[in-house]
Every structure is written in structure tokens, then in C-alpha cells.
């Protein structure tokens, strides 16, 4: 249920914003304004995991 919530939400028409852009600019924009959270993401989840595995008091 949560991740159809999320996918509600995520489902950007990429395609029509940029077909009614009105110069060069607004298209760069919606692409990095598109694929930049996505990035952070990925970003943040490999983060979280080199901390989780390179803790020290979980050595066995």
C-alpha cells in the first residue's frame, strides 16, 4: 500500500513538461529537477550502508 502511495506520487510526465517548455533552460531544469532526488537517494542509502558496515562495536 505505501509503495503505491509512493509511486502515485513519483509518476512525472517528463515528456509533455518538456514539450511545453518555453526555452532551453526550463527543459535542463525539469530533467536535473527530475533525476536529482533519485540521486540524493542513492546518495544517502550508500551512505547509510559504508556506516552500518564499517561500525566497530558490531565486530564479532
Same mark, same amino acid.
Do not use: H, W
Given at each position: 500500500? *505505501?509503495l503505491?502511495?509512493?509511486l502515485?506520487? *513519483?509518476?512525472?510526465?517528463?515528456?509533455?513538461?518538456?514539450?511545453?517548455?518555453?526555452?532551453?533552460?526550463?527543459?535542463?531544469?525539469?530533467?536535473?529537477?527530475? =533525476?536529482?532526488?533519485?540521486?540524493?537517494?542513492?546518495?544517502?542509502? =550508500?551512505?547509510?550502508? =559504508?556506516?552500518?558496515?564499517?561500525?566497530?562495536?558490531?565486530?564479532?
Amino acid at each position: 500500500m *505505501l509503495l503505491n502511495f509512493i509511486l502515485f506520487f *513519483l509518476q512525472i510526465n517528463i515528456e509533455e513538461n518538456i514539450k511545453n517548455a518555453p526555452d532551453k533552460d526550463y527543459e535542463t531544469g525539469v530533467i536535473i529537477g527530475t =533525476y536529482l532526488p533519485f540521486v540524493l537517494l542513492a546518495a544517502l542509502a =550508500y551512505f547509510i550502508y =559504508y556506516k552500518a558496515k564499517n561500525r566497530k562495536d558490531l565486530e564479532d
